[in-house]
């Protein structure tokens, strides 16, 4: 496989439950990002990751998100207690890391999340 | 932090015209401008970027022009054709290094929905 994958690509839950999203990135890439996206709107970051260090996580992340990328590898995304507003497309990228010329991002299909 | 302004949000040509997309930024130590397009229900892909240390970049019909001094950079696609139809987003980078050599995250622009009619 030589793209990031993600699993599932669809996911419909109720209203307070959890969710887990796995995210698995281009084998040498050290670098994994979430992004989520809402229709007609731009990715918007959430949280990324150097190896298993997660170096920053958006103040739009509340508490109930979290997200872990425990050997460095696959990451996942839980989302605690769901919320209808919590319905998007969550994106993972990765990317090489380091300079700028080696940074770029490849994105994910994404996980398509309806809260009802 | 990074604010990114994209323009227009939708835009419509005729087969073999050309389509211009415009983004401003609000980092001036922004060196890195990425352009991804997205197909309905696919990922995001990217088609074209540039660095600041140069103002033009093309590859075969996609070309970006960037701006520093005014902060804004644009995509042109010229000989449009229907399957240059998706969502375009121009993107920027945020969290860079000290020495501006490396970046975290991107934040993206609203997108530019682009239809090309046969």
């Known amino acids: 496989d030589t793209g990031v994958s993600q699993d599932p690509r669809h996911k419909i839950t109720k209203r307070g439950q959890n969710v887990t999203f796995r995210c698995d990135p281009i084998s040498e890439h050290n670098r994994l990002y979430w992004y989520r996206q809402t229709l007609g709107q731009g990715p918007e970051f959430l949280t990324y990751?150097?190896?298993?260090?997660?170096?920053?996580k958006s103040r739009l992340l509340s508490d109930r998100f979290s997200a872990e990328r425990p050997k460095g590898s696959f990451s996942t995304l839980e989302i605690q207690r769901t919320e209808q507003g919590d319905s998007a497309m969550y994106l993972c990228?990765?990317?090489?890391?380091?300079?700028?010329?080696?940074?770029?991002?490849?994105f994910g299909a994404g996980t398509r999340l309806s809260v009802l | 932090g990074e604010n990114v302004e994209q323009h227009p949000s939708t835009l419509s040509v005729q087969e073999g015209d050309s389509a211009v997309i415009k983004c401003t930024y609000s980092?001036?130590?922004?060196?890195?401008f990425p352009w991804y397009k997205q197909e309905l229900g696919k990922r995001p892909q990217l088609i074209i970027d540039?660095?600041?240390?140069?103002g033009e970049k093309k590859d075969q019909r996609i070309a970006v022009t960037l701006n520093k001094t005014a902060k804004h950079f644009s995509l042109h696609i010229t000989e449009t054709q229907p399957e240059d139809s998706a969502v375009y987003f121009c993107?920027?980078?945020?969290?860079?290094?000290?020495?501006?050599?490396?970046?975290?995250?991107?934040?993206f622009g609203q997108g530019t929905i682009l239809t090309v009619h046969p």
């Open positions: 993107a920027a980078p945020s969290s860079l290094n000290a020495g501006g050599t490396s970046y975290g995250k991107l934040t």
């Open positions: 990751f150097q190896n298993e260090a997660q170096l920053e």
């Open positions: 990228a990765s990317s090489l890391g380091g300079v700028v010329a080696k940074n770029i991002q490849y």
């Open positions: 980092d001036s130590a922004s060196n890195y």
């Open positions: 540039i660095r600041s240390n140069v």
